[in-house]
Every structure is written in structure tokens, then in C-alpha cells.
T-cell receptor, first 112, second 112 residues
Framework: GQQLNQSPQSMFIQEGEDVSMNCTSS?????WLWYKQEPGEGPVLLIA?????ELTSNGRLTAQFGITRKDSFLNISASIPSDVGIYFC????????????FGKGTKLSVKP | DSGVTQTPKHLITATGQRVTLRCSPR?????VYWYQQSLDQGLQFLIQ???????AKGNILERFSAQQFPDLHSELNLSSLELGDSALYFC???????????FGPGTRLTVL
């Protein structure tokens, strides 16, 4: 099925470093979302973006909805060990159907 | 805790068998979505129900079916199981037909 291009695939960083990951699509989306998944659990919503150009923060996390509506990025500042997990971007067309198209994820490892 | 519950957490069965996965949405949510997560395909949308009616269909096999009951809980039925059906199955719910989705903890299905 259709998928988003998410990069990087994995990151190994030192505690305290900043992290950046992004997603691109050949299709326009009306909503971009970022989820985090830890082992044995379901994806947890981090940030939802509803308007092109929108920049939204949630604590140390900042995400932006690209102007073209075909991309989004997520930044994590001053990483800590509990940031470890897999981060997924997801796009939603909106309208009357809510199904999400997911990227393949960015696996983040943080070295204390 | 997202408020979405799924049972069972783990399921081990044999090829050719049939299983039923259950999902209870967050209180007040009318939409339920089913997703499959496998190592090679990532998170893939299967099907959406809204207030008891099928709303959108994704990459759902004909051997799979779902329904949403009057109390809004949903069941995903998987039949004639194959080894390749082994995966994590997630349920998500949202208030409306295209609102922000919150995921349950998932059911890990192993087909031997």
C-alpha cells in the first residue's frame, strides 16, 4: 500500500543531543501526525498538525507541517534516555475517511 | 493509557484456524480503525467503522472481516490463518469519522 518516506531509518545519539527526522510524500495530506511506539505497546500520539506551515511544540518536541502539504519534520531537543523508541509519521487525507498512512518509522537510541 | 482496550494481548494459533480480536474504543468515540503491523510492511490500515457502519477499507484480505456493534466495540475476525498473518494488530478510535486517532496496546498474533 501507499507509504510515506521517513528518514532516517535509525539514529544513535548521545544524551543531550538534538534529533531531527522527517517525512515526505508524493501526495498531499490535510493532517500530519507524529506517534511514538515503545516495545510491546501501541503508538502514542505526540503531535497533530492541521494546517500547512503550522509549527507546534509539545515540551521538547517540535513538529512542522510543510507548506506544500507533502512533508513534515519532528525535532527533539536535549534528548534523554526515555526518548528511546520508534517514531512514526502519519498522514491523513481527512474528509469523511480517517485512515492513516504511516511512514516506516525512525528508531531512536539514546546513549546515556 | 489511551483509553482504548484490546483483548487478548497475545494469541497463538495454528494455520487454517480462525480467531477473533476485540476492541473497545475510548468512551464517546464513534470511529474504530484496525491496523496490522508487520516487520516487512510496517503499519497498514485495514478497515474503519463509524457508528456501526463500514466507512473505509484498506488492504484487508478477504479472509478477514470486521464489525462494530451497537455498544461501539469492534471485532476483527481472521480466518484460514496463514503463517504470514502473524503480526501485531492494533485498534484505534476517534471521536468522529476523521478525527485524531488513539491507539490501543495491540494484540500479538502468532500463527504456527
Amino acid at each position: 500500500g501507499q507509504q510515506l518516506n521517513q528518514s532516517p531509518q535509525s539514529m544513535f545519539i548521545q544524551e543531550g543531543e538534538d534529533v531531527s527526522m522527517n517525512c515526505t510524500s508524493s501526495s498531499i495530506f490535510n493532517t500530519w501526525l507524529w506517534y511514538k511506539q515503545e516495545p510491546g505497546e501501541g503508538p502514542v500520539l505526540l503531535i497533530a498538525l492541521y494546517k500547512a506551515g503550522e509549527l507546534t511544540s509539545n515540551g521538547r518536541l517540535t513538529a512542522q507541517f510543510g507548506i506544500t502539504r507533502k512533508d513534515s519534520f519532528l525535532n527533539i531537543s536535549a534528548s534523554i534516555p526515555s526518548d528511546v523508541g520508534i517514531y512514526f509519521c502519519a498522514g491523513q487525507d481527512g474528509g469523511s475517511q480517517g485512515n492513516l498512512i504511516f511512514g516506516k518509522g525512525t528508531k531512536l537510541s539514546v546513549k546515556p | 493509557d489511551s483509553g482504548v482496550t484490546q483483548t487478548p494481548k497475545h494469541l497463538i494459533t495454528a494455520t487454517g484456524q480462525r480467531v477473533t480480536l476485540r476492541c473497545s474504543p475510548r468512551s464517546g468515540d464513534l470511529s474504530v480503525y484496525w491496523y496490522q503491523q508487520s516487520l516487512d510492511q510496517g503499519l497498514q490500515f485495514l478497515i474503519q467503522y463509524y457508528n456501526g457502519e463500514e466507512r473505509a477499507k484498506g488492504n484487508i484480505l478477504e479472509r478477514f472481516s470486521a464489525q462494530q456493534f451497537p455498544d461501539l466495540h469492534s471485532e476483527l475476525n481472521l480466518s484460514s490463518l496463514e503463517l504470514g498473518d502473524s503480526a501485531l494488530y492494533f485498534c484505534a478510535s476517534s471521536a468522529g469519522a476523521a478525527d485524531t486517532q488513539y491507539f490501543g496496546p495491540g494484540t500479538r498474533l502468532t500463527v504456527l
